[in-house]
């Protein structure tokens, strides 16, 4: 069956890099995508890769796709204390309609 | 505005008490789904429908009912509460094959 494993926590400084990281089981996932989930929000998309990409970039945001290894990363730079929230990775086969979600990482940033 | 928008927000109910939790998108998108969110599993989804009269069951349909009588409308129905069924509930919305959008939530306590 699919399965989306991240790790629960990361805490950084204000500034500095942060790396979220995602595996996944389903070797037809064809998308692959990361959502922001704020306190008391629903979630927001904030990129996607296919699964014949190796990296996207998006301003800020770096997303590293492992194909072989099925390890999926999101890169955020020069992370800022806005950015603290829940971030989910999550596959699908189809476009978008199937989604498998990760459960999801609490990142918090330090002033 | 675009958006999807659930009610309530926030419930409280007694075991076995039917309750509903409404869905409702102004975007004509064919396919809506139900999510509940548990900490630690990341969103789970519960019933989808890829258009009027045609929904499927998701990964954790047991306690649940939807209906989709229109489009923009994708009612949750819990016939007879358990407490296992606290959680966070979302509503999300697509095209097929499109980007999900999701509702703000919907936080329900069954004790």
């Known amino acids: 069956g699919e399965d989306v494993e991240q790790s629960l926590f990361l805490s950084v400084r204000e500034g500095d890099s942060s790396v979220i990281n995602c595996t996944y089981t389903d070797s037809s996932s064809t998308y692959l995508y990361w959502y922001k989930q704020e306190p008391g929000a629903g979630l927001q998309l904030l990129t996607y890769i296919f699964s014949n990409m190796d990296m996207k970039q998006d301003q800020r945001l770096t997303v590293l796709l492992n194909k072989k290894d099925k390890h999926l990363s999101l890169r955020i730079a020069d992370t800022q204390t806005g950015d603290s929230a829940i971030y989910f990775c999550a596959e699908s086969i189809n476009a978008g309609n199937m989604l498998t979600f990760g459960g999801g990482t609490r990142l918090m940033v330090k002033p | 505005e675009a958006q999807v928008t659930q009610n309530p927000r926030y419930l409280i109910t007694v075991t076995g008490k039917k309750l509903t939790v409404t869905c409702s998108q102004n975007m004509n998108h064919e396919y809506m789904s139900w999510y509940r969110q548990d900490p630690g599993l990341g969103l789970r989804q519960i019933y989808y429908s890829m258009n009027v009269e045609v929904t499927d069951k998701g990964d954790v349909p047991e306690g649940y009912k939807v209906s989709r009588k229109e489009k923009r409308n994708f009612p949750l129905i819990l016939e007879s509460p358990s407490p296992n069924q606290t959680s966070l509930y979302f509503c999300?919305?697509?095209?097929?094959?499109?980007?999900?959008?999701f509702g703000p939530g919907t936080r329900l306590t069954v004790l």
């Open positions: 999300a919305s697509s095209t097929q094959g499109g980007e999900q959008f």
